[in-house]
């Protein structure tokens, strides 16, 4: 069973976020903001990270670009979701390396469509061709990239 880390401060998104996944065959962590993620994922493989942008203590942006900067992590999938429907959100999510940009509020059948779509192409070779790509765009100064799938 493939499993998603949910990262949002926001109890009540974190409690809809795992019911929706757990019942679309997912297991769920959760993770309260962008330090207790990271944390996590020291400690527990996961196969997909579905972030908030806006948290305190370390935000998704910030939690993102740690992610693709770190040798093991760097190629886990990212959705990130927010209310904020800025253009400039989204492009700075995307330059950082985040594969599909929501925002609220999110369907969610859209959402398991999404998550799931990410989990079939890390399984193909596209996905190796994109961890590959993310891989060495961690190792260059300024890290990240663009992996942007529109949704």
């Known amino acids: 069973m493939p499993t998603v880390l949910v990262v949002d401060d926001y109890a009540p998104n974190n409690r809809l976020l795992e019911f929706v996944l757990e019942q679309s065959g997912f297991a769920v962590i959760i993770a309260s903001d962008g330090m207790h993620a990271l944390s996590t994922l020291r400690d527990v493989p996961v196969d997909i990270v579905v972030t908030d942008l806006r948290m305190p203590r370390l935000n998704g942006l910030d939690l993102v ?22 253009d400039s959100d989204a492009t700075r999510a995307t330059g ?38 993310r891989r060495q765009a961690a190792t260059r100064p300024g890290g990240g990239g663009n992996f942007m799938h529109s949704w």
């Open 65 to 86: 670009q740690q992610l693709r900067a770190d040798g093991q992590l760097c190629t886990l999938p990212i959705v990130m979701i927010t209310a904020s429907g800025r």
């Open 96 to 133: 950082l390396g985040v594969d599909a940009f929501l925002t609220r509020p999110v369907d969610s059948d859209d959402l398991v469509a999404v998550v799931r779509q990410l989990m079939t192409r890390e399984a193909s070779a596209e996905g190796s061709q994109l961890r590959e790509c």
